[in-house]
Every structure is written in structure tokens, then in C-alpha cells.
């Protein structure tokens, strides 16, 4: 069955750096845009960036130019880089093929900044 593995979090302090991990199996990875999203605690899930079969790359506006999305089709796994971190970016993170499929969430990994 379709599976995302979301790893990669952790305590940062404000102004660092954290690469989060998504790997996936179950579906032909190559053949798939990858979604990241995020919720915090009392929010919304929230989209974070999408990167496209050919590796094009969307962001939402408060991660823009600080986060950056990548994909190995050879590991079947897509990064999110993410740089300049906010306490405001304190979320758990997610990852899966985006509204269209209704992929099961993952565990997720949880992403605190914090001083």
C-alpha cells in the first residue's frame, strides 16, 4: 500500500537549519508530485511546497526563499531543506501525493524552534 515515512525533526534554535526526509513506497514514485504540509498545535494543516514530477518546485509565502524541496527518484525519497528557521515554523510535518489521491497521513516528524 502507498506509505510515506516522514523523518528529520528535531529542537532547533532560530536561524538554523533542519533537512527533513519523506520517503515513499507502495506507487511509482517518479511518476508523482510530492506535497509537504504542517500543522501545529491548535492549527490547521497547512500546505508547505510541492515539487512536481520534474522536480519544478512551489512554495507557500512564509517558508518562501528559506525552504527548499528536492527529490532522489532513486531513493524513492523527496527533502525539504529548510533554512533560517522561526519559532513560527514549529509544526509536525507531513508529506503524500496531495488532495487528489487521499493518501493516509504518516507519523510525521515534529519540527521545534526554539531558543
Known amino acids: 500500500q502507498v506509505q510515506f515515512v516522514e523523518s528529520g525533526g528535531g529542537l532547533v534554535q532560530p536561524g538554523g537549519s533542519l533537512r527533513l526526509s519523506c520517503a515513499a513506497s507502495g506507487f511509482a514514485f517518479s511518476l508523482y508530485g510530492i506535497y509537504w504540509y504542517r500543522q501545529a498545535l491548535g492549527k490547521q494543516r497547512e500546505l508547505v511546497g510541492t515539487?512536481?514530477?520534474?522536480?519544478?518546485?512551489t512554495y507557500e509565502d512564509p517558508v518562501k526563499g528559506r525552504f527548499t524541496l528536492s527529490r532522489d527518484n532513486t531513493k524513492n525519497t523527496v527533502y525539504l531543506q529548510m533554512n533560517s528557521l522561526k519559532p513560527e515554523d514549529t509544526a509536525v510535518y507531513y508529506c503524500?501525493?496531495?488532495?487528489?489521491?487521499?493518501?493516509?497521513w504518516g507519523q510525521g516528524t515534529q519540527v521545534t524552534v526554539s531558543s
Open positions: 503524500n501525493r496531495g488532495p487528489l489521491f487521499r493518501d493516509s
Open positions: 515539487i512536481s514530477v520534474g522536480g519544478r518546485t
